[in-house]
C-alpha cells in the first residue's frame, strides 16, 4: 500500500449537531473506525451556538428527541413541552456521555477544504490549522442554519457597545437590565429574543424590515405523571410523526377549506391558535399552503388576532406582513410577542420606511434620526440550507467545485448525494426531507439510510459511489415540481434561498432548497431506492475493503 492510499479514518463526519451525534453512533456501533470534527469548541451545533434569551424549540420536545434508543426515551425527561436552549445542549450532552460518543469527536477542527483523490477513492480534508486528513467516505452533518448571516450595514466595526449576532450571543450572561438595546430583525430569532427580555432591558428598538407572520407558542411545563404518559405513548408518537406530512405530531384538516362553512373554519381557526406549537400550521386545512384565495382569508384571521393583542393600532398595523400570506414560510412561534408592543419601554422602527444608513459609534442611525444604544443585536437569520457547504473549498471529481454547481442552487439526488462528488454523503443535505419537516424526524431517516448505503458497499467491495447525472436531474426536477403547487414558492424566505445578505440571494431567482412532497413520501422514494439495489447510484470497486478485529474486539473496515 503506498502512502498516498492510507486512510486516516474509514469515515469522517463533519459536524457534532443533533446529525453528526446520531451518525458518528451508527457508525461506532458498526465499527468502524470514524470520526468527527466540529468547527466549534464543543458538541450539540445549533444548541451549542444559539444561547440568546428565549431560544428554544418550535418542535414539542419530545417529537424534536432521537427516537433509537428506547432506554434513553425512557431516561429523559423533557421539562417543557417546547424547551429552551440549555436544557436542549443538556440533552445532546446526555445522549453523547450515555453512549459514549465524545471519544469519537475533535473540536476546533474548521474543515476549510475536501478535495477528491480519484486514483486511490478517497477524500482529502484540511482542517484550518493545517492539519491533512484522508478517508474513503465524508458525511456531511454541517447543518442547514449554521453559518449565521450579519446586515451589511456600514460602520458596524465602529460600535463601542456591545454587538454581536443571536448565534454568537456570548456563553457568559449579559447584563441587560437598564440597557438600552437595539434588536434588528424580526424573523424566527428575533421574534423569541424580543418578547423574552422586552421586560428585563431598560429601553428596546426593534428595527423591522418585513413583519413576519407568528402565532402563540402555547408552551407550559411537563410534569412527571405527563412525563411518564408520553413515554408510554411514544411508539404511537413517532408513528404519527411518520405518518405526517411535516414529520410532527401534527396532521393537516383534511377536510375541503371550501367544504365547511365559514362558521366551521373559524371554530378550528380558534382552536389552533390556542393549541400549542406548529397545530396552527400544520392542523390547518391544506388549501392554506395552495390556494391563495383560502390563504387570504386565514390570513385576515390571523392579522385580527395580532390587532387584538396590539393596542396602538398603528403599530399592529405594522406587525401584520402584507408582502406574504400566513405560514408560506416557516412560521415563527411566539411568547407575548405582540404584547411587547404595548409597553412603554418597547419601540418598533419600520426600516423600509427609515431604512438604517450607518452603525455608529454609539448606536446607529436612520435615514430620519441618531439612536444611542449599550448593545445592538443582529437577529438576521443564517446563510440557509446550502452555507456550510459554500463555505469550505469541496472539490469532486476532475477539480470540479461543489461551490460552483451550485451557484444558481442545488442539484443533489435524493438531497443525499452530488453528481461528480462520490462517497460525499449529506444526511440532511438541501433537497433532503430534513430541512422543511422536524428536523431530527428527517436527520434520523437520513442518517438511517446514509449508513445502509456504505455497509452495502463495504458489504460488496465497492470503493466509490457516484449518483448518475440523470438520477440527479429527474430528482431536482421533482423537487422544483413539488414546489409549483406551493405559495411558498413566492415567497422571500430561506425556503426559496433568499437572504439579502449573501450576495446572489436577492429575490427573483429560486432557488429549490427544500423537499416539499411531505415525508411520507420522501421515505418511501428514498427506501425504493435502496430496495432497487440503489438504482441511480453506479459503484465502482477499486480498492477492497477488508475488515479486522481491532484491539477491542470490535470489527474495523480498512482499506487493503
Ligand atoms: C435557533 C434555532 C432553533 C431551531 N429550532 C428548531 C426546532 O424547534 N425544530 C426543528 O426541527 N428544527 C429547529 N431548528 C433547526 C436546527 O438547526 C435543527 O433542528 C438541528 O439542530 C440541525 O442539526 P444538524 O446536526 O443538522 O446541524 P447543526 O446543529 O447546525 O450542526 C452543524 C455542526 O456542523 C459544524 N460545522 C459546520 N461547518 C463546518 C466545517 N466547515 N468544519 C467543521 N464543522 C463544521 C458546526 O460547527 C455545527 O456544530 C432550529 C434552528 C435554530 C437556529
Known amino acids: 500500500m503506498s502512502d498516498r492510499t492510507r486512510l486516516d479514518q474509514e469515515v469522517i463526519v463533519i459536524g457534532a449537531g443533533v446529525a453528526g451525534i446520531y451518525q458518528i453512533k451508527l457508525l461506532a456501533d458498526l465499527g468502524v473506525d470514524a470520526t468527527v470534527l466540529d468547527a466549534a469548541g464543543d458538541l450539540g451545533g445549533t444548541w451549542y451556538r444559539n444561547r440568546y434569551p428565549g431560544a428554544r424549540f418550535d418542535?414539542?420536545?419530545?417529537?424534536?428527541?432521537?427516537?433509537?434508543?428506547?432506554?434513553?426515551?425512557?431516561?429523559?425527561?423533557w421539562k417543557e413541552r417546547f424547551s429552551s436552549q440549555p436544557e436542549n445542549l443538556r440533552y445532546l450532552n446526555y445522549v453523547a456521555g450515555?453512549?459514549?460518543?465524545?471519544?469519537?469527536?475533535q473540536f476546533n477542527c474548521k474543515v476549510e477544504a475536501a478535495?477528491?483523490?480519484?486514483?486511490?477513492?478517497?477524500?482529502?480534508?484540511?482542517?484550518?490549522?493545517?492539519?491533512?486528513?484522508?478517508?474513503?467516505?465524508?458525511?456531511?452533518?454541517?447543518?442547514?442554519?449554521?453559518?449565521?448571516?450579519?446586515?451589511?450595514?456600514?460602520?458596524?466595526?465602529?460600535?463601542?457597545?456591545?454587538?454581536?449576532?443571536?448565534?454568537?450571543?456570548p456563553h457568559e450572561p449579559v447584563e441587560?437590565?437598564?440597557?438600552?438595546?437595539?434588536?434588528?430583525?424580526?424573523?424566527?430569532?428575533?421574534?423569541?429574543?424580543?418578547?423574552?427580555?422586552?421586560d428585563k432591558v431598560?429601553?428596546?428598538?426593534?428595527?423591522?424590515?418585513?413583519?413576519?407572520?407568528?402565532?402563540?407558542?402555547?408552551?407550559?411545563?411537563?410534569?412527571e405523571a405527563e412525563m411518564a404518559d408520553i413515554r408510554s405513548r411514544y411508539n404511537d408518537i413517532f408513528k404519527?410523526?411518520?405518518?405526517?406530512?411535516?414529520?410532527?405530531?401534527?396532521?393537516?384538516?383534511?377536510?375541503?377549506?371550501?367544504?365547511?362553512?365559514?362558521?366551521?373554519?373559524?371554530?378550528?381557526w380558534d382552536k389552533l391558535y390556542g393549541s400549542p406549537g406548529f397545530a396552527i400550521w400544520l392542523r390547518n386545512f391544506r388549501e392554506i399552503f395552495t390556494d391563495e384565495k383560502a390563504n387570504a382569508e386565514f390570513s385576515e384571521y390571523v392579522a385580527d388576532r395580532i390587532r387584538r393583542r396590539v393596542k396602538d393600532p398603528a403599530v399592529a398595523e405594522k406587525l401584520i406582513p402584507r408582502d406574504h400570506g400566513f405560514g408560506v414560510q416557516r412560521v415563527p412561534m411566539e411568547t407575548h410577542y405582540f404584547e411587547a408592543y404595548n409597553r412603554n419601554n418597547v419601540h418598533l422602527v419600520d426600516i423600509s420606511e427609515t431604512p438604517v444608513e450607518e452603525i455608529t459609534e454609539t448606536g446607529l442611525r436612520t435615514t430620519e434620526r441618531d439612536y444611542q444604544?449599550?448593545?445592538?443585536?443582529?437577529?438576521?437569520?443564517?446563510?440557509?440550507?446550502t452555507g456550510?457547504?459554500?463555505?469550505?473549498?469541496?472539490?469532486?471529481?476532475?477539480?470540479?467545485?461543489?461551490?460552483?454547481?451550485?451557484?444558481?442552487?442545488?442539484?443533489?439526488?435524493?438531497?443525499?448525494?452530488?453528481?461528480?462528488?462520490?462517497?460525499?454523503?449529506?444526511?440532511?443535505?438541501?433537497?433532503?426531507?430534513?430541512?422543511?419537516?422536524?428536523?431530527?424526524?428527517?436527520?434520523?431517516?437520513?442518517?438511517?439510510?446514509?449508513?445502509?448505503?456504505?455497509?452495502?458497499?463495504?458489504?460488496?467491495?465497492?470503493?466509490?459511489?457516484?449518483?448518475?447525472?440523470?438520477?440527479?436531474?429527474?430528482?431536482?426536477?421533482?423537487?422544483?415540481?413539488?414546489?409549483?403547487?406551493?405559495?411558498?414558492?413566492?415567497?422571500?424566505?430561506?425556503?426559496?434561498?433568499?437572504?439579502?445578505?449573501?450576495?446572489?440571494?436577492?429575490?427573483?431567482?429560486?432557488?429549490?432548497?427544500?423537499?416539499?412532497?411531505?415525508?411520507?413520501?420522501?421515505?418511501?422514494?428514498?427506501?425504493?431506492?435502496?430496495?432497487?439495489?440503489y438504482e441511480g447510484i453506479v459503484f465502482t470497486s477499486g480498492f477492497t475493503s477488508v475488515q479486522r478485529q481491532g484491539e477491542d474486539g470490535k470489527q474495523r473496515r480498512e482499506n487493503a
Open 98 to 105: 450515555k453512549f459514549d460518543l465524545r471519544k469519537y469527536m
Open 115 to 169: 478535495h477528491f483523490d480519484e486514483t486511490n477513492h478517497l477524500w482529502r480534508l484540511t482542517i484550518d490549522n493545517g492539519r491533512q486528513l484522508t478517508s474513503r467516505f465524508v458525511i456531511m452533518t454541517v447543518g442547514l442554519l449554521s453559518i449565521p448571516t450579519p446586515p451589511r450595514f456600514k460602520g458596524m466595526d465602529k460600535f463601542k457597545g456591545r454587538s454581536f449576532h443571536t448565534f454568537h450571543w
Open 202 to 223: 431598560g429601553d428596546l428598538t426593534v428595527f423591522q424590515r418585513r413583519p413576519n407572520w407568528c402565532a402563540p407558542l402555547n408552551n407550559g411545563p411537563i410534569s
Open 388 to 533: 456550510a457547504f459554500d463555505r469550505i473549498d469541496i472539490q469532486g471529481v476532475g477539480g470540479a467545485k461543489l461551490r460552483d454547481k451550485w451557484s444558481d442552487g442545488p442539484s443533489t439526488y435524493l438531497g443525499m448525494l452530488v453528481h461528480g462528488f462520490p462517497n460525499f454523503l449529506m444526511p440532511s443535505g438541501p433537497q433532503s426531507g430534513s430541512a422543511s419537516t422536524n428536523y431530527p424526524r428527517g436527520i434520523e431517516t437520513g442518517v438511517n439510510w446514509c449508513t445502509k448505503l456504505v455497509n452495502y458497499m463495504w458489504d460488496h467491495g465497492h470503493t466509490r459511489a457516484d449518483p448518475a447525472l440523470e438520477a440527479q436531474d429527474r430528482w431536482t426536477e421533482h423537487v422544483k415540481q413539488m414546489y409549483s403547487a406551493m405559495l411558498m414558492r413566492k415567497a422571500k424566505s430561506w425556503f426559496t434561498g433568499y437572504n439579502s445578505n449573501v450576495p446572489g440571494h436577492e429575490h427573483g431567482k429560486i432557488r429549490y432548497f427544500v423537499y416539499n412532497g411531505g415525508a411520507p413520501k420522501y421515505v418511501s422514494q428514498i427506501n425504493e431506492v435502496a430496495e432497487n439495489g
Open 176 to 198: 441587560m437590565i437598564g440597557k438600552r438595546v437595539a434588536v434588528i430583525g424580526t424573523g424566527a430569532t428575533g421574534i423569541q429574543v424580543i418578547a423574552e427580555i422586552a
Open 373 to 385: 444604544f449599550d448593545i445592538i443585536v443582529y437577529a438576521t437569520g443564517f446563510d440557509a440550507i
Open 240 to 268: 404519527t410523526c411518520r405518518r405526517s406530512p411535516g414529520g410532527f405530531e401534527h396532521e393537516p384538516d383534511r377536510r375541503g377549506f371550501y367544504e365547511v362553512s365559514r362558521e366551521e373554519r373559524l371554530a378550528l
Open 59 to 77: 418542535s414539542e420536545s419530545y417529537t424534536y428527541g432521537y427516537s433509537f434508543s428506547k432506554e434513553l426515551l425512557n431516561e429523559w425527561h
